[in-house]
């Protein structure tokens, strides 16, 4: 039976559920959290995934890859995303070469953020040649996403950040991949920057859902990085992210005039100080 409109915004989000939502055709939306508030926001806002990407390398720590990432930070930062989280899967980034070693290494990795970050799965990037390690991680019961296409971890390799899959013979191979993962237990399976087309066939060909980035509108999810759709990050701006704010300006903004008021001595003002003899209002202190 179909979940009501209702139903389905309050269910916690699983694995399994976002299969159901494949199969029911209705539409998967992740975005990225490395961040306690920014994950409480996105999970009241009705975020079905919530990816603590290691993109963090590059929107928040300022790097110019993704590749930096360790384990120590991803874990930190994915701790403080699942423990905002309360309906949306919390997937957990396997960074740059904590899953290439050896299936072990991968499995201690994978089990790390299940254990002590307490996210609810894992993503990593590669295609056939990682399906062994998949299959180590799924069988020990930690679900596995996969990601092809653009796969910014190998971005070296690349040389490039063109568009992936566009010769027939990358297509072929992005296919079997995507085909490799699905059978080596992945629940889920990212596609970034390809064409369309491409998206389209392999959505149509997996039972597992895919999820689209720069891949057109026929995926069965769509993610994109919070920090470019809010205009926080704006240092580059790939075709397909849509800004649906211009925060960082709103944020420049209101420093820039927090500035002009203490320097020109308005901030505080006497409504803002504390005075001696007056009556405790009982406020909260906010952050301090
Ligand atoms: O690290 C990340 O944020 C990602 C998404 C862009 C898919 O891998």
Redesign the pocket.
């Known amino acids: 039976m179909r979940s009501q409109p209702k139903e389905a915004a309050r269910r916690k989000v699983t694995t399994l559920r976002l299969q159901e939502m494949k199969e029911q055709g209705e539409r998967i939306a992740a975005l ?1 959290a490395y961040d306690w508030l920014m994950a409480r926001l996105l999970d009241e806002s009705g975020i079905d995934l919530i ?1 603590v ?3 963090a390398a590059m929107v928040f720590c300022g790097h110019d890859t ?1 590749i930096s990432m360790t384990m120590p930070q991803m874990l930190y930062h994915a701790s403080v995303v699942a423990r905002a989280a309360k309906r949306a899967l919390v997937v957990g ?1 396997l960074p740059f070469m904590s899953y290439q070693l050896s299936e072990e290494e991968a499995l201690k990795n994978a089990g790390a953020f299940m254990k002590e970050a307490l996210v609810e799965a894992v ?1 990593l990037e590669g295609g056939e040649s990682v399906c062994p390690t998949v299959r180590r991680i799924v069988d020990a019961g930690i679900p596995v996403m996969g ?1 092809l296409g653009l796969t ?1 971890q190998s971005i070296h390799k690349f040389g490039t950040y063109k568009t992936r899959g566009v010769e027939r013979g990358e297509a072929e191979q992005l296919l079997r991949d995507a085909k490799a993962l699905q059978d080596a237990g992945a629940f889920a399976v ?1 596609l ?1 920057k390809i064409p369309a087309e491409l998206a389209r066939e392999v959505t149509k060909s997996l039972r597992i859902p895919t999820v689209g ?1 720069g891949a057109g509108p026929d995926c069965d999810g769509q ?1 994109l ?1 919070s920090h470019d759709l809010l205009g926080l990050f704006t240092r580059f701006r790939p075709r397909f992210v849509r800004r649906y704010a211009e925060l960082g300006k709103a944020m420049q903004d209101a420093f820039r005039q927090y500035t002009a008021d203490v320097k020109g001595a308005t901030f505080p003002n006497a409504a803002e100080s504390y005075w001696q003899g007056e009556e405790e209002a009982g406020e909260s202190s906010g952050a301090t």
């Open positions: 990225t990816l990407g290691d993109s993704t980034d993503k990601h910014p990212v970034e980035i993610i990085v």
